[in-house]
């Protein structure tokens, strides 16, 4: 069983930044894609970012590609998403997602684990 732990969220001014963070239990972690979700009140839950099990291969939803940057450390456990120049529109509560693959996935349902959330809101 893995268990994700996201922070970092907050309130922020349209322009700013912020990184998020998640932490990893468990002994898999390094053998796992991890990936980056995010879902907006009253919509489904969209994919931001993935990345693989070394950390050599990573994409985006074009919605982000070039202000969000996702990356791993892997004696930490930890997976982050810097954000930068954020955007009213990129308000959401944000997960953070483990998958048993090594290989990054898009998809919501290829993912094994989640964690609880942590909430960005972006004013303008």
């Known amino acids: 069983q893995v268990q994700l732990v996201e922070s970092g969220g907050g309130s922020v001014q349209a322009g700013g930044s912020l990184r998020l963070s998640c932490a990893a239990s468990?002994?898999?972690?390094?053998?796992?894609?991890m990936g980056w979700f995010r879902q907006a009140s009253g919509k489904e839950r969209e994919f931001v970012a993935t990345?693989?099990?070394?950390?050599?291969?990573?994409y985006y939803a074009d919605s982000v590609k070039g202000r969000f940057t996702i990356s791993r450390d892997n004696a930490k456990n930890t997976v982050y998403l810097q954000m930068n120049n954020l955007k009213p529109e990129d308000t959401a509560v944000y997960y953070c997602g483990s998958r048993r693959s090594r290989l990054t996935s898009i998809g919501v349902p290829e993912y094994d684990y989640w964690g609880q959330g942590t909430a960005v809101t972006v004013s303008s």
């Open positions: 990345i693989n099990w070394s950390g050599g291969t990573t």
């Open positions: 468990g002994s898999t972690f390094s053998r796992s894609a």
